[in-house]
């Protein structure tokens, strides 16, 4: 079941939080959506969980529109909110009965999605105890629980591993992964590694527009412009090496690598690669190349670049 957003925009008062965008979130696929606080995220989210009207545009999950069919999109969605509200007199096991009641889980299957529930967000050791006894990270886990427990086709996720220690972020990462083989995943998160470790691909959003979409490898490529290698030369003059690079009819630029006399960075011109032509130099004159390797930009550093005014 797709999520589709369609020339979305929505005000706050004089204030306009998103500015006509537009995307698909398509079955199987989880969609890291990344972007500065106050970029537009989570009002979009809202929207999509039907949580906020549009000012104008249109979304829709599957074949239902946020506008006349709210309440059929609720029965297929799960929604993790950044601040996850839980009721903390409630024990973990009364909790999600709850939340099981108002999705209409039929009275015979409750118990058994609730065990399945504690298993798979790994709550056995909390789950006679009361919500407001748990530690943050526990009751993040209780938020992703309420969120499955009626095993929507389409889960919005906003900051999921948020106040999780590593062993745990791992774990939630590992469940995120094998809940988007058969669902549409939508998730928000802070820590760019995450992102890059569990989504398909990546929307960044900023100042309510859409500024990339593709997957952590296309948004590398396209930050850099043209291919950049870093080499190492050895048994060679540094000038001469320098000069011998600069002149290849497929690079762009060279310049000295910080502390390493026979270390250069070297660009390429643009759709040209000069990693053949530099081992061909190498080999013609009897240098010893001992490293050529493709520098590529982390997600940060296009995160960075996209949304640093």
């Given at each position: 079941?797709?999520?589709?957003?369609?020339?979305?925009?929505?005000?706050?008062?004089?204030?306009?939080?998103?500015?006509?965008?537009?995307?698909?979130?398509?079955?199987?696929?989880?969609?890291?959506?990344?972007?500065?606080?106050?970029?537009?995220?989570?009002?979009?989210?809202?929207?999509?969980?039907?949580?906020?009207?549009?000012?104008?545009?249109?979304?829709?999950?599957?074949?239902?529109?946020?506008?006349?069919?709210?309440?059929?999109?609720?029965?297929?969605?799960?929604?993790?909110?950044?601040?996850?509200?839980?009721?903390?007199?409630?024990?973990?096991?009364?909790?999600?009965?709850?939340?099981?009641r108002l999705h209409s889980i039929p009275k015979e299957h409750i118990f058994q999605?609730?065990?399945?529930?504690?298993?798979?967000?790994?709550?056995?050791?909390?789950?006679?105890?009361?919500?407001?006894?748990?530690?943050?990270?526990?009751?993040?886990?209780?938020?992703?629980?309420?969120?499955?427990?009626?095993?929507?086709?389409?889960?919005?996720?906003?900051?999921?591993?948020?106040?999780?220690?590593?062993?745990?972020?791992?774990?939630?990462?590992?469940?995120?992964?094998?809940?988007?083989?058969?669902?549409?995943?939508?998730?928000?998160?802070?820590?760019?590694?995450?992102?890059?470790?569990?989504?398909?691909?990546?929307?960044?959003?900023?100042?309510?527009?859409?500024?990339?979409?593709?997957?952590?490898?296309?948004?590398?490529?396209?930050?850099?412009?043209?291919?950049?290698?870093?080499?190492?030369?050895?048994?060679?003059?540094?000038?001469?090496?320098?000069?011998?690079?600069?002149?290849?009819?497929?690079?762009?630029?060279?310049?000295?690598?910080?502390?390493?006399?026979?270390?250069?960075?070297?660009?390429?011109?643009?759709?040209?690669?000069?990693?053949?032509?530099?081992?061909?130099?190498?080999?013609?004159?009897?240098?010893?190349?001992?490293?050529?390797?493709?520098?590529?930009?982390?997600?940060?550093?296009?995160?960075?670049?996209?949304?640093?005014?």
């Open positions: 079941m797709d999520i589709i957003v369609e020339n979305f925009s929505k005000n706050y008062g004089p204030q306009r939080a998103v500015d006509n965008i537009s995307f698909t979130v398509r079955t199987g696929e989880i969609v890291g959506f990344l972007g500065p606080n106050g970029a537009g995220k989570t009002t979009t989210m809202k929207a999509i969980t039907t949580f906020l009207e549009p000012t104008s545009g249109n979304i829709r999950v599957g074949h239902f529109s946020i506008f006349n069919q709210g309440e059929e999109i609720r029965k297929v969605i799960g929604y993790l909110p950044e601040n996850n509200p839980l009721y903390t007199d409630m024990t973990v096991i009364d909790y999600l009965e709850f939340i099981a999605r609730i065990l399945e529930m504690v298993a798979i967000c790994g709550l056995e050791g909390e789950k006679h105890k009361k919500i407001g006894e748990l530690s943050k990270g526990y009751r993040q886990r209780v938020g992703l629980a309420q969120a499955l427990i009626h095993d929507p086709q389409v889960l919005v996720l906003d900051e999921p591993t948020s106040g999780l220690d590593p062993n745990q972020i791992i774990e939630i990462r590992d469940l995120i992964r094998r809940i988007g083989k058969e669902k549409t995943v939508l998730l928000s998160s802070h820590i760019l590694a995450e992102v890059e470790a569990t989504c398909d691909r990546i929307l960044i959003i900023d100042k309510g527009k859409i500024v990339a979409d593709g997957t952590t490898d296309e948004l590398r490529r396209r930050s850099q412009g043209s291919e950049m290698v870093k080499v190492t030369i050895e048994d060679a003059e540094p000038n001469e090496v320098y000069q011998a690079l600069s002149e290849l009819e497929t690079v762009e630029t060279v310049s000295f690598r910080t502390g390493m006399d026979n270390g250069f960075e070297v660009q390429s011109k643009a759709e040209m690669s000069s990693k053949r032509d530099i081992f061909l130099l190498c080999k013609g004159k009897g240098w010893i190349l001992t490293e050529m390797t493709p520098f590529t930009a982390s997600l940060e550093d296009v995160f960075r670049e996209l949304t640093t005014h």
